[in-house]
């Protein structure tokens, strides 16, 4: 206690409350600084992991794949018929290569989404299996670029024929074939859950092929392996496809950055390409299939054929069949490895405990921001009843909007007001605990986000950094405090960030997404986002001067 008392003592002494009180926005935009400065130093050496197989049951690329030559051209012969079906409508694409995988001696099914053509799977009852547990392959008809997937329709019908003469399976196997990756396919896997009368038991693991018009050979293949909301597949699914390829010698890309040149660039590279992806999937017209099994425990990633020279496509089909049987080893669902992390290349990863500072410094960027507005200015209680009532008010209005068809126009026409004459409508007391209130639920909002979707916490941390310069800016009645509310405008962001990024649909797809693919981004940005931004334009707009400050 006499220790405390003497602490206590010096800094009153010393002043040392009121300087940190005024140093407040200089703190927090120095933690945002930090922030960002943490995540740039995880690709340097000794900040990264490299990667393992967690689980030893896997055992990837132990047992040999004879998926070779002798296959290649059966899957010649069925890629010259599948192309002649490219005009034909999907019924009748469905109906063919449905024949075929009847006469494998598979079970076939449809599953008919309302919406759009109907979904054509084929089981394959494991002959050492149960039927509790079960592989998913998905080809859809059109890939993620938008073109006729042929490469990867002809390889799931050959391996299909290839899987009927094993009897090392312990787990069913189910080709799907949508119409594509995106709702169809989301569609399709719901209805498995739910309502589905041929099913083949948990699904554990799927695999989605891309395989277009490349031909016999390709150089290299992408995976994608973000999912909807933030979920990722578990680590080991990932590394025991890439080991695999490695014993191929097939090189491997994330985010288009191939494994043959790694360095502190490319790592970098990877590291915030990754999170925008992470932040983006599910919200622009590039769904790669993957993210559609999100929130169903299935650990999903996509594989991508690039190039058309180096690798014959019976490799392809190789990293398939081995990944699948690694998986067929498996006795219990994926438990150990990492479902958190961030990728650097297809060789390092960087764990949550490694990486989530970043988000929290940000955190605490907004929570100093939101003392500075309180602290430096003044509370008066008499006040509150407004407070609460603009508070209310927003809040409702927000719920209101994320449940209502609404126009990108008329979105960012909500903005507008921020630039019109400021009226006095109450006082600084008032306006402050507003944009304090709004800066502490923003910093509430990345606490909550950091662990189950990391990308978006720091994606909206970063993007609504802005907003924390306002407390000082209305001090100084400075007119930069508009500018600050035009940038940091979720919508104004959307927009503009969709056509930089080459995604003008990017608007459209956030509001659509929850009914599309259950991405609820737009819940987040909606309900988190946009009303403390609203309160702080409101606060801005709407209050009158200190006197001190006028005169």
Same mark, same amino acid.
């Given at each position: ?5 003497? $602490? ?28 960002? #400065? ?59 290569? /449905? ?50 997937? &042929?490469?990867? #329709? ?52 799927? #695999? ?13 293949? !992408?995976?994608?392996?973000?999912? *909807? ?14 080991? +695999? ?15 043959? $040149? ?99 410094? &940000? ?10 507005? %309180?602290?430096?200015?003044?509370? !008066? ?5 407004? #407070?609460? *009532? ?15 068809? +609404? ?22 007391? %008032? ?20 662990? +189950? ?48 990024? /080459? ?18 981004? @737009? ?9 403390? @931004? ?18």
């Amino acid at each position: 206690m006499a220790l405390a008392e003497t $602490v206590i003592r010096k800094v009153k002494k010393l002043g040392l409350v009121p300087k940190a009180i005024r140093l407040l926005p200089k703190l927090s935009l120095l933690f945002a600084i930090f922030s960002c #400065i943490w995540l740039v130093t995880l690709p340097q050496d000794g900040n990264y992991r490299n990667v393992y197989i967690s689980e030893n049951a896997l055992m990837p690329a132990q047992a040999t794949s004879y998926f070779r030559e002798s296959e290649w051209n059966i899957v010649r012969g069925y890629r010259e018929e599948i192309e002649k079906l490219k005009d034909q409508p999907i019924l009748e694409r469905n109906r063919v290569i /449905g024949e075929w995988l009847k006469d494998s001696g598979l079970q076939l099914a449809y599953h008919n989404n309302g919406f759009a053509n109907d979904t054509l799977y084929a089981i394959m009852h494991a002959p050492r299996g149960e039927n509790t547990e079960a592989m998913a392959m998905v080809a859809s008809w059109v890939n993620s670029d938008g073109e006729f997937n &042929l490469g990867a #329709i002809s390889l799931a019908v050959t391996l299909a024929r290839y899987f009927t003469k094993m009897s090392i399976w312990s787990k069913n196997i189910i080709f799907v074939f949508p119409e594509n990756s995106h709702k169809p396919l989301r569609s399709w896997v719901e209805a498995y859950h739910t309502s589905l009368d041929e099913t083949a038991g948990s699904i554990e693991a799927a #695999i989605v092929m891309e395989y277009g018009d490349n031909g016999d050979y390709f150089e290299y293949y !992408d995976m994608f392996y973000e999912g *909807l909301n933030g979920q990722l597949p578990n680590l080991d699914l990932l590394n025991t496809a890439n080991l +695999v390829s490695y014993h191929e010698q097939i090189p491997v890309a994330l985010q288009g950055i191939s494994d043959r $040149v790694i360095d502190y660039s490319t790592r970098l590279q990877t590291l915030f390409k990754g999170i925008l992806k992470l932040t983006l999937t599910g919200l622009t017209d590039e769904v790669h299939g993957c993210e559609a099994f999100s929130g169903w425990q299935i650990q999903a990633v996509t594989i991508k054929a690039r190039g058309r020279e180096g690798r014959d496509v019976t490799q392809f089909g190789r990293v398939v069949d081995s990944t699948f049987r690694s998986v067929n080893n498996l006795l219990e669902k994926f438990h150990q490895s990492f479902f958190f992390y961030l990728m650097l290349s297809p060789k390092h990863f960087v764990s949550i405990g490694t990486y989530l500072p970043s988000a929290v410094l &940000l955190a605490v960027s907004y929570a100093f921001s939101a003392l500075n507005a %309180v602290l430096n200015t003044g509370f !008066d209680f008499k006040n509150s009843t407004v #407070i609460l *009532l603009v508070m209310t008010f927003v809040e409702l209005g927000c719920v209101g909007l994320a449940f209502t068809p +609404v126009n990108q126009f008329v979105l960012l026409g909500l903005g507008v007001f921020t630039l019109l004459p400021k009226r006095n409508l109450f006082k600084a007391e %008032v306006a402050y605990p507003l944009v304090a209130l709004a800066l502490f639920s923003l910093a509430l909002l990345i606490t909550a986000l950091l662990i +189950v979707h990391f990308a978006l916490a720091f994606t909206i941390g970063v993007l609504a950094l802005p907003l924390t310069f306002v407390p000082t800016l209305m001090k100084k009645q400075s007119p930069y405090t508009s500018l600050c509310l035009i940038v940091s405008n979720p919508f104004a962001v959307v927009v503009a960030g969709g056509y930089i990024l /080459g995604h003008p649909e990017l608007f459209t797809r956030l509001t659509t997404a929850w009914d599309d693919l259950q991405c609820w981004t @737009w819940f987040v940005v909606v309900l988190g986002w946009f009303p403390a @931004w609203l309160l702080i334009a409101i606060g801005y707009w709407g209050y009158t001067p200190l006197k001190e400050k006028t005169e």
